[in-house]
């Protein structure tokens, strides 16, 4: 019972953080993120001569940090498949409690295989959202428009780019935490139970926003934006 506990609570902290994201987006990290990102694409696409090195430079720095977490990703799967093959189960059967049947240590080893291989496909697609946008973000789009609703236009949808680039990495970085309680299942369900309650604490830090900006600017609740203002 201790697994799929473990397990539930990962999901279900996941569950509840994405309604956060996309009720309450100034609550979380990832939403206010996503917010002033847009507001990062709308100032570099204000002046293309002034600012478009810095905006490609800033998204090649990205895209390199994909290509990183890809690289990483690949190469554990080959060591996972490695290891699968090799029947390393023996020479760890005494470290682990519970099952050490040999098909209970394939399923550990494939989870943990499959965890990395999403992880990399994750990666990849951030790769090739950043690419897109180190192009677009540098489309003179006020030589082109006159009409100022296209200048909206073209500038939310580079935004949105921007901001499904760094979704798909930072969903690619979450397998990699999912993976940790995995490896941990390989000793036991009880470790991988204990480090699925220690990710989530650690993780609900990470992800939830206590409101220090607001605070730290002096802006009262009378004059800061809704939620739904700056989540659209």
């Not at 430079?57 to 990483?72: D, G, K, V």
């Not at 206590?210 to 002096?218: N, R, S």
Request: hydrophobic letters at 50%; charged letters at 15%; a neutral charge.
């Amino acid at each position: 019972m201790l697994v799929p506990s473990g397990l539930s609570v990962m999901v279900g902290y996941h569950v509840w953080l994405l309604y956060r994201i996309v009720k309450h987006p100034t609550r979380t990290v990832v939403g206010v993120n996503a917010i002033n990102r847009r507001f990062w694409v709308s100032a570099m696409m204000e002046d293309v001569s002034k600012n478009g090195v810095l905006a490609v430079q800033t998204l090649r720095n990205n895209i390199m940090a994909s290509t990183l977490l890809a690289s990483t990703a690949i190469m554990l799967s080959s060591l996972i498949a490695v290891l699968m093959t090799s029947g390393s189960s023996d020479k760890s059967a005494s470290f682990v409690f519970g099952d050490r049947s040999e098909l209970g240590f394939s399923i550990k080893f494939f989870s943990i295989l499959v965890c990395f291989l999403v992880a990399f496909l994750l990666n990849v697609q951030s790769i090739r959202y950043y690419s897109h946008a180190s192009i677009l973000i540098n489309v003179p789009f006020k030589k082109m428009f006159h009409d100022h609703h296209q200048h909206d236009l073209t500038v939310e949808y580079v935004a949105r780019i921007v901001n499904k680039g760094s979704y798909f990495w930072s969903l690619g970085l979450r397998a990699f935490y999912f993976s940790f309680p995995l490896l941990l299942w390989i000793f036991g369900p009880i470790p991988m139970f204990f480090s699925c309650l220690v990710l989530v604490s650690v993780l609900y830090f990470l992800d939830v926003s206590f409101d220090f900006g607001w605070v730290a600017a002096g802006v009262s609740d009378e004059e800061r934006p809704k939620d739904e203002e700056l989540g659209g």
